[in-house]
Each structure stands twice: as C-alpha cells, then as structure tokens.
C-alpha cells in the first residue's frame, strides 16, 4: 500500500501574500481567491499563482469576467498562448479558441482522459478555461494527478517504465471529436495527423517531480512495440491515472477559470447535458519538449 507521499498528497498548503488558495482535493486543485484576472496582475501575484499551480496542478478561479482579449491577456502573465492544432480560434485571437457543445449535438469535446496535445513534439505547458455558458447540471470537468498515479507504483514498475517510450498521435485523439473538431478542414489548414514520441514517464522541468505521461485519449503504442503488444501496459497505466483517489472533479459556475498544469495532468470533459448548450473559452500555454 503506497503512503501519503508516495501518492503525491501534499499535507499543508503554502501561504500567499497576494492570493488565498485552498486545496480541494486530496491530491491534486485548489481555489484561489483575491485576484481578478481581468486586471492587470502583479508581479507578486503573477509569482504566487505560478507557484500555486506547481504546489496544486490545477487552480480553479470563481466570478471571473473575461472576453477573448482579457483571457488572452491574463493568460499571458504565466506563458506564451499558443495555437490550438486543427481548431480555428474565436475572431481576432487565433490563440483562444471555443469549446461549444450546442443543444443539438451529443459529441464533446474533451470527452476522453488526455493530457492535451501530447502528439506535438512541444506540448502545451498549461490550459486555461473560462466558462461562460453553463448547462443547468452536468458538464464537468475531472482533474487527475499523474504525478500521484506514478508514486503509487513500486520501485520496480517506476524502473520498469523508467526506459521507455510512447508514441502519441492525433489520430487517436477521440479527445477531438466534438464540435470544435469538426470545424477544423474548413477553417485552420491543418489536416494531417500529428505524431510525437515522448518519454512514458515525464520529469517536470520545474519541480523535478516524475509523472506518468501516456493517455487514452492520444497515446497509440509503446515505441518499438505494436498497438496490441502496448494496450495491456497502456491500459494499465491509462486506468491507474484517473482513478478517483488521483482525481478531483470540479463543478462549474459562471465565470470559474479553471488553469491546469499540463505537464502532469490529465483532464475529462463529462458528457452528461445532452439538449443543453455549453461554451467556454481556452487558451494553451506554450511548453517544452517533455523529458
Ligand atoms: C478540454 O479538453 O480542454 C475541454 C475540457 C472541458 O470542456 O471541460
């Protein structure tokens, strides 16, 4: 049975000059409060949500009031907004795009465990999403720490995983298939399916923590390996990472922002509001090459 640290809780939470931040879920979100995103943000501020999401992986804001421009601009004071793949942006701000599930359709998007984009060869470093149209119930979203599913595992299966590597590919990316998807061949020019290759277990460029780094939503195969030799492991992994003990769900109310770390995170878009509309608006942060 892994212990409290080796499932990656954290005990206590840092306190903060500018912000005040309290953990929600066993092992990974918090809320923060005291900031509006939609003003210019301090240098301390900037600092101590950054240093927030590193302690938390997931940050969840309430009562925010934020248009394209003012997500874009706040989501600059953390990184560079990048270019969603295949998915035009919302007009005049290619870097934010709309999440959108109308009343008539049953796709989301979103609706698979994925860590975004993993089949770039530079995945985004976070995402960020505001909610502006809710449905009355349903509709969230569910966090889990891929940082608490790899310190679940033995000595021995962390050395197991230790060399290898995974393949991940947009074809795969069921994670796509909703709205937002569909517009792709008519407005952002990308078509071909994109491929990387990246280490199954990933070591985070800023706390050195390792994370698991594979996903259902786009991980094909284990390098070297066919689709079928890599599902057993895949799986594996695939259910360890989103068991409730790694994950929290979150609840959406009008304005909440929700700003993951991408790096060793996954994320699930819950399917439940069918004949209901629900839009949100998501910036990326550009990352690096995982390792
Ligand atoms: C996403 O996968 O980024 C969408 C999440 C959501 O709409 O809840």
Same mark, same amino acid.
């Given at each position: 049975?892994?212990?409290?640290?080796?499932?990656?809780?954290?005990?206590?939470?840092?306190?903060?000059?500018?912000?005040?931040?309290?953990?929600?879920?066993?092992?990974?979100?918090?809320?923060?409060?005291?900031?509006?995103?939609?003003?210019?943000?301090?240098?301390?501020?900037?600092?101590?949500?950054?240093?927030?999401?590193l302690?938390?992986?997931?940050?969840?804001?309430?009562?925010?009031?934020?248009?394209?421009?003012?997500?874009?601009?706040?989501?600059?004071?953390?990184?560079?907004?990048?270019?969603?793949?295949?998915?035009?942006?919302?007009? *005049?701000?290619? !870097?934010?795009? @709309?999440?959108?599930?109308?009343?008539?359709? +049953? /796709?989301?998007?979103? =609706?698979?465990?994925?860590?975004?984009?993993?089949?770039?060869?530079?995945?985004?470093?976070?995402?960020?999403?505001?909610?502006?149209?809710?449905?009355?119930?349903?509709?969230?979203?569910?966090?889990?720490?891929?940082?608490?599913?790899?310190?679940?595992?033995?000595?021995?299966?962390?050395?197991?995983?230790?060399?290898?590597?995974?393949?991940?590919?947009?074809?795969?990316?069921?994670a796509?298939?909703?709205?937002?998807?569909?517009?792709?061949?008519?407005?952002? *020019?990308?078509? !071909?399916?994109? @491929?990387?290759?990246?280490?199954?277990?990933? +070591? /985070?460029?800023?706390? =050195?923590?390792?994370?698991?780094?594979?996903?259902?939503?786009?991980?094909?195969?284990?390098?070297?390996?066919?689709?079928?030799?890599?599902?057993?492991?895949?799986?594996?992994?695939?259910?360890l990472?989103?068991?409730?003990?790694?994950s929290?769900?979150f609840?959406?109310?009008?304005?909440?922002v929700?700003?993951?770390?991408?790096?060793?995170?996954?994320?699930?878009?819950?399917?439940?509001?069918?004949?209901?509309?629900?839009?949100?608006?998501?910036?990326?942060?550009?990352?690096?090459?995982?390792?």
């Amino acid at each position: 049975m892994a212990t409290t640290a080796q499932m990656g809780m954290v005990s206590g939470s840092t306190d903060f000059e500018t912000i005040t931040v309290r953990r929600v879920g066993g092992v990974i979100g918090a809320t923060v409060d005291g900031i509006d995103l939609a003003r210019p943000l301090s240098a301390t501020q900037v600092r101590e949500v950054r240093a927030a999401l590193l302690e938390h992986l997931v940050l969840f804001f309430s009562n925010q009031s934020l248009g394209p421009g003012e997500l874009l601009a706040a989501a600059r004071n953390f990184g560079e907004p990048s270019v969603y793949p295949f998915v035009k942006g919302v007009d *005049g701000f290619p !870097e934010v795009t @709309e999440v959108l599930k109308l009343e008539t359709e +049953t /796709h989301n998007f979103g =609706g698979v465990w994925h860590s975004d984009t993993s089949y770039l060869e530079r995945p985004p470093m976070a995402g960020i999403l505001h909610a502006r149209e809710l449905p009355p119930c349903g509709g969230d979203t569910v966090f889990s720490s891929s940082i608490a599913a790899y310190e679940s595992l033995t000595p021995a299966m962390q050395a197991m995983l230790a060399p290898l590597r995974a393949v991940n590919s947009s074809a795969k990316a069921d994670a796509a298939t909703g709205r937002a998807d569909r517009l792709r061949d008519r407005s952002s *020019g990308r078509r !071909e399916p994109a @491929e990387a290759v990246h280490p199954v277990v990933r +070591t /985070h460029p800023e706390t =050195g923590r390792k994370s698991l780094y594979v996903s259902r939503g786009h991980t094909l195969r284990i390098e070297g390996m066919t689709q079928a030799e890599s599902a057993p492991l895949l799986d594996y992994l695939s259910d360890l990472q989103t068991r409730p003990e790694f994950s929290y769900r979150f609840r959406w109310t009008p304005g909440a922002v929700a700003f993951w770390d991408n790096r060793c995170t996954q994320h699930y878009a819950v399917n439940d509001y069918h004949g209901h509309r629900r839009s949100m608006l998501r910036v990326t942060l550009a990352g690096d090459v995982p390792r």
